[in-house]
């Protein structure tokens, strides 16, 4: 099976820095994605890594870390629009091709 | 507009009752994914079509059952409803099996509410 654990909720203000970090257990890894999600709305996808190491785009940057079942998103330069879940997914290869998703992480961020 | 479509937007229905909801994938997509989500639960993996046939299944109870046409478009049933299955019910689709760097896009839900 797999577990994916993420903090639940984190804050922040305008214009910092903040790193929302995801553990995860799964038997056959092949992938993990970092999709945000505002509320009654869908997840978009923010990010991709496979091999280990950080993968940037713009604001938002991605790390993971195979060997210790570890991965992290980066956001500069915090907006208020940046107020929303973020969620952990890992693509497990005894799920089909399907993500398997942790229960995402909540970020406030105020002025 | 993500390019997958799911119908309708909004359901309500009693206890005991069946609804279908439909996708549609974006196009050119092959696999599609249904997803649960609840308050406490998050997203949860449902079951995945690839080109018409079953590829995997997760958390998907009896009660629930889906098909994909030969036109891609998909269709999930559920079946003797209960208050537990308000939730938003989401369709993804990726490009094909096994392979995509840029993520599964999903349509906009539709939220089931039994009462």
């Known amino acids: 099976g797999q577990n994916i654990d993420q903090p639940t909720e984190m804050t922040a203000t305008e214009g910092a820095i903040v790193q929302i970090n995801c553990t995860y257990q799964t038997s056959g890894f092949n992938g993990l994605f970092w999709y945000q999600q505002h509320a009654g709305e869908a997840p978009t996808f923010l990010s991709y890594?496979?091999?280990?190491g950080l993968e940037e785009k713009g604001r938002f940057s991605s790390f993971l870390s195979r060997s210790k079942g570890y991965s992290y998103l980066l956001l500069k330069e915090l907006q208020m629009k940046d107020s929303a879940s973020y969620l952990c997914?890992?693509?497990?290869?005894?799920?089909?091709?399907?993500?398997?998703f942790g229960k995402g992480t909540t970020l406030s961020v105020s002025s | 507009d993500s390019g997958v479509t799911q119908t309708p937007k909004h359901l309500i229905t009693a206890t005991g009752q069946r609804v279908t909801l439909r996708c549609s994938p974006r196009s050119g997509d092959l696999s599609v994914y249904w997803y649960q989500q609840s308050l406490d639960q998050g997203l949860q993996f449902l079951i995945q079509y690839y080109n018409g046939e079953e590829r995997a299944k997760g958390n998907i109870l009896e009660r629930f059952s889906a098909q994909q046409f030969p036109d891609l478009h998909s269709e999930l049933n559920l079946s003797s409803l209960e208050l537990g299955d308000s939730a938003l019910y989401f369709c993804?689709?990726?490009?094909?099996?096994?392979?995509?760097?840029?993520?599964?896009?999903f349509g906009s839900g539709t939220r089931l509410t039994v009462v």
């Open positions: 993804a689709s990726s490009p094909q099996t096994g392979d995509t760097h840029y993520g599964y896009t």
């Open positions: 997914a890992v693509r497990d290869g005894q799920a089909g091709t399907a993500l398997i």
């Open positions: 890594n496979v091999l280990d």
